[in-house]
């Protein structure tokens, strides 16, 4: 029961994190940049949580080491990961700056093994290949012109990620609750937007109730639920299962970019999509997840 637990936690996952190209184009259509959203949306997560805490009575005391792991997971990792993903939907459109961010599970699967000593089973392989087969199906007949810049930061972006997914997987964070977890690493990475916009002068800070719906939407839906749906699979099924699992976003982004932003679609979209669904079918026939 905890394996299929675990699928859903990642699949919600994906879906929380899927819509948030959406917020993110309806803020830049309102004057954000990149990096003012981010912050905000980081920022207010943050606060959201720690009010949280406060009504809730919950202890947010942590030791030095895990703060230091939370709070740069953060102020680089997710910095880094949201800021290159951001930017890259300046280069290229969503469905392909989306999938091209999907070379992260793989690097999880090396990064567990050798670091994690996490178990690499034969499902698990098929349903690597199978997703990696339908991101790059995704991307392959790509019709527009393809921006080498954008296409790089994209791949940067999902290399950044699986760093992330291993902080995650650290024993040392593993008894405290999400919400701790969550609110820390959201303070880490407002703070290193903050610094990171200063050094750029990308802060903007203009307001209209579009913008603060698209900051609102970002924090609650794409951060907080996101994260926390991300961290129970983790716990369930592993860091490789989950990150597999995660490429069922690329079918949802696309999906919203059909659906939201009138995102044109094709057969090798479509066959991309069922190869990455497929992928997730796979995945939940391994026993070996019922272990974790």
């Avoid at 719906?213 to 099924?237: C, K």
């Amino acid at each position: 029961m905890s394996k299929y637990k675990g699928i859903i936690f990642a699949i919600l996952s994906s879906i929380s994190y899927a819509i948030m190209p959406v917020f993110a184009k309806i803020a830049y259509n309102n004057g954000s940049t990149p990096t003012t959203t981010l912050f905000f949306r980081f920022l207010i997560t943050a606060i959201v949580l720690f009010l949280y805490t406060v009504v809730r009575k919950e202890n947010i005391k942590v030791s030095k080491k895990q703060f230091l792991i939370l709070f740069f997971t953060g102020f680089i990792g997710y910095t880094l990961t949201t800021e290159l993903l951001f930017l890259s939907y300046d280069y290229l459109s969503i469905g392909l700056a989306t999938t091209l961010h999907y070379i992260y599970p793989a690097v999880v699967c090396i990064l567990s093994y050798f670091i994690l000593k996490e178990k690499i089973t034969l499902y698990k392989i098929i349903s690597l290949c199978l997703s990696l087969l339908g991101v790059y199906s995704l991307i392959a007949f790509e019709n527009t012109t393809l921006n080498t810049f954008g296409i790089i930061i994209a791949l940067l972006s999902g290399i950044c990620y699986a760093t992330n997914v291993i902080g995650l997987s650290l024993k040392s964070i593993k008894n405290l609750s999400s919400i701790v977890i969550t609110m820390f690493i959201s303070l880490g990475a407002s703070a290193g937007l903050l610094l990171y916009g200063f050094i750029t002068k990308d802060l903007v800070f203009t307001f209209n109730s579009q913008i603060i719906f698209s900051y609102v939407g970002l924090s609650i839906i794409s951060t907080i639920f996101s994260i926390l749906f991300l961290i129970y699979a983790i716990e369930l099924i592993g860091s490789t299962s989950a990150s597999i699992l995660g490429t069922f976003e690329a079918v949802l982004s696309i999906i919203f970019g059909i659906i939201f932003l009138n995102e044109s679609v094709s057969i090798p979209l479509i066959c991309g999509c069922a190869l990455i669904v497929t992928s997730t079918i796979v995945l939940t026939k391994d026993k070996s997840l019922n272990s974790n």
